[in-house]
């Protein structure tokens, strides 16, 4: 994995986030997302924490995903094709099990086209495993849902993508 050229901040997605996330999304898959859909995924409640990678003051990635009871359930997950494989979706990932964990999240859960085999290499290269299918799931083509789990504590421990003097990697608070 190369360290990316400029510093990333992870930080919380506000609903200002939308053009970039929906220009990233539409890039990102056949059967995009809705501006109405995404945007009510960017701000803040008790079930949701939705993050966005910035490099250079740029969103060049985002993690959607619900609070389920002690799951978190990853929604979304992309990257702008420019700013692949530099560890954004690792450092998001790892990010939101950070966040996650002291709210009482124990496992990470999501759904992942059978198609998309790069996506389920990185989860699992993350340690997360494919548990189950659920037939028909997308309704553009009738394709199958991969269903992968993994506790959130090995998540937590990755580190992000630019160690200490290749260009820090800041992470705010809010
Ligand atoms: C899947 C995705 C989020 C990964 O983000 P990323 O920032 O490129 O991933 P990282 O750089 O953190 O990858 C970490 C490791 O995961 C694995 N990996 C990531 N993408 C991979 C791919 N396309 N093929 C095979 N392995 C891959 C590799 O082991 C990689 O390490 P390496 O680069 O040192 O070999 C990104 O490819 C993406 O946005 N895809 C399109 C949207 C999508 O399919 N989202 C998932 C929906 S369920």
Same mark, same amino acid.
């Given at each position: 994995m190369t360290a990316p050229a400029a510093p990333v901040v992870i930080r919380r997605s506000r609903p200002e986030d939308l053009g970039a996330v929906l220009r990233i999304?539409?890039? @990102?898959? @056949?059967?995009?997302?809705?501006?109405?859909?995404?945007?009510?995924?960017l701000g803040a409640d008790a079930l949701r924490l939705s993050l966005v990678a910035e490099r250079a003051g740029q969103v060049c990635g985002y993690l959607m995903a619900w609070l389920v009871v002690d799951q978190l359930? $990853?929604?979304? +997950?992309? +990257?702008?094709?420019?700013?692949r494989r530099l560890g954004l979706g690792t450092a998001l990932l790892a990010e939101? !099990?950070?966040r996650a964990e002291p709210l009482g999240m124990v496992d $990470?859960?999501?759904? $992942?086209?059978? @198609?998309?085999t790069g996506a389920r290499q990185f989860y699992r290269r993350h340690g997360l495993r494919e548990v189950g299918l659920r037939p028909g799931y997308y309704g553009d083509n009738g394709e199958d849902a991969i269903i992968m789990t993994g506790p959130l504590s090995d998540l937590a421990?990755? @580190?992000?993508?630019?160690? !200490?003097?290749?260009g820090a990697e800041g992470e705010n608070p809010d």
């Amino acid at each position: 994995m190369t360290a990316p050229a400029a510093p990333v901040v992870i930080r919380r997605s506000r609903p200002e986030d939308l053009g970039a996330v929906l220009r990233i999304e539409h890039l @990102s898959f @056949s059967d995009p997302w809705t501006a109405d859909a995404l945007y009510g995924e960017l701000g803040a409640d008790a079930l949701r924490l939705s993050l966005v990678a910035e490099r250079a003051g740029q969103v060049c990635g985002y993690l959607m995903a619900w609070l389920v009871v002690d799951q978190l359930h $990853v929604l979304n +997950i992309a +990257i702008d094709p420019d700013a692949r494989r530099l560890g954004l979706g690792t450092a998001l990932l790892a990010e939101a !099990a950070r966040r996650a964990e002291p709210l009482g999240m124990v496992d $990470v859960t999501l759904e $992942v086209r059978r @198609s998309n085999t790069g996506a389920r290499q990185f989860y699992r290269r993350h340690g997360l495993r494919e548990v189950g299918l659920r037939p028909g799931y997308y309704g553009d083509n009738g394709e199958d849902a991969i269903i992968m789990t993994g506790p959130l504590s090995d998540l937590a421990a990755l @580190s992000g993508p630019a160690p !200490a003097g290749a260009g820090a990697e800041g992470e705010n608070p809010d």
